[in-house]
T-cell receptor
């Protein structure tokens, strides 16, 4: 069955440093890999999407890489801030509008 | 991006009863998606709702337990039927927009 693993349940990072989150998957050939931010009591918020034929995508302080050979994505937040503290979810889709398969998420804490 | 209004935001229900969750989108969308997020777990897709046709359910979810309506292109409901404490979860609706997905703020259901 499809499986998505995110590197750790919680990650503590000092403010100003780069936070790196990992997403590994098995038994899946996704067309898209996506990252979402979820704050307590809220629904996930879309951050970035990367396609299977793309290696890297950037948006402001965010960078996502996608290695379909390793079946892995890395999500980086540079110059991290306490406001970046949240749970970050990795999600896969096969393309079209077929819904998402989510990882359990990594709870990121940026300490001042 | 689309704005999704979901209600109720939370409810406490007696076992054996049913709860209907409503999801209103401010634009017309072909497909709407319903997810469940159990405590400490990630989001799991329940079903995909197309206007004018039966919803498509994921493995482990059945129409008798989670009936869905989709009367038009901006509205959908999910009913959680004959509830048990195991149904205590957050339920979220979602729409796809250009690859990324927008989520409602969720309905936190507690079954006692």
């Amino acid at each position: 069955s499809q499986k998505i693993e995110q590197n750790s349940e919680a990650l503590n990072i000092q403010e100003g440093k780069t936070a790196t989150l990992t997403c590994n998957y098995t038994n899946y050939s996704p067309a898209y890999l996506q990252w979402y931010r979820q704050d307590p009591g809220r629904g996930p918020v879309f951050l970035l999407l990367i396609r299977e034929n793309e290696k890297e995508k950037r948006k402001e302080r965010l960078k996502v890489t996608f290695d379909t050979t390793l079946k892995q994505s890395l999500f980086h937040i540079t110059a991290s801030q306490p406001a970046d503290s949240a749970t970050y979810l990795c999600a896969l889709s096969g393309g079209g509008a077929d819904g998402l398969t989510f990882g359990k998420g990594t709870h990121l804490i940026i300490q001042p | 991006s689309a704005v999704i209004s979901q209600k109720p935001s939370r409810d406490i229900c007696q076992r054996g009863t049913s709860l209907t969750i409503q999801c209103q989108v401010d634009s017309q969308v072909t497909m709407m998606f319903w997810y469940r997020q159990q405590p400490g777990q990630s989001l799991t897709l329940i079903a995909t709702a197309n206007q004018g046709s039966e919803a498509t359910y994921e493995s482990g979810f059945v129409i008798d337990k989670f009936p869905i309506s989709r009367p038009n292109l901006t509205f959908s409901t999910l009913t959680v039927s004959n509830m048990s404490p195991e149904d205590s979860s957050i339920y979220l609706c979602s729409v796809e927009e250009g690859g990324g997905y927008t989520f409602g703020s969720g309905t936190r259901l507690t079954v006692v």
